[in-house]
């Protein structure tokens, strides 16, 4: 079962986040400052994985407000991958994660086909992070059961 946090702790640890140079589509007003909190509720900040970069803004903002996160690794897919909807051919990023590779705690892994491409050995880092965010999953569900069932073995 994955932890839950209490709405009344969050809402004590959501700060405005930092938005120069950050695009806003595809959140609504607050979205990112609660990622960035429940990022700021982990014990540990020690590596962050999300799945899924886009540009990478979720990346520069948790990086910004968060100098005590050690490492961001972020997965995506390589620039040949297709989406099974058309439609989201033009959602991806050329370059996933651009907007954070400035930051040299910023790790970027590319795979054929993002994260369904881990392999169990991959499980061994997963084990270590602080936390792992998923986001960019709306392709299929096969896309999107796979990394849930990825950080659900780690929680």
């Not at 990346?59 to 390589?78: C, H, M, N, Q, W």
């Not at 991806?92 to 790790?107: E, V, W």
Request: proline residues 6%.
């Amino acid at each position: 079962m994955l932890p839950v946090i209490a709405q009344n702790d969050l809402n004590l640890m959501i700060y405005p986040v930092d938005w120069t140079d950050l695009p806003s589509t595809y959140l609504n007003r607050g979205e990112l400052e609660i990622i960035v909190a429940l990022v700021r509720s982990a014990k540990h900040h020690d590596l962050v994985v999300e799945i899924g970069l886009a540009e990478g803004r979720t990346a520069k903002a948790i990086l910004r407000e968060l100098p005590e996160v050690r490492s961001y690794l972020g997965i995506d897919t390589d620039a040949s991958y297709r989406t099974k909807l058309p439609g989201q051919w033009t959602e991806r990023s050329a370059s996933p994660g651009y907007l954070a590779a400035d930051d040299p705690r910023f790790y970027r892994w590319l795979f054929p086909r993002g994260s369904l491409d881990l392999i169990s050995n991959f499980f061994f880092l997963l084990m270590q992070c602080s936390l792992t965010a998923i986001t960019a999953l709306r392709s299929c569900v096969m896309t999107v059961t796979w990394p849930v069932q990825l950080c659900a073995l780690v929680v």
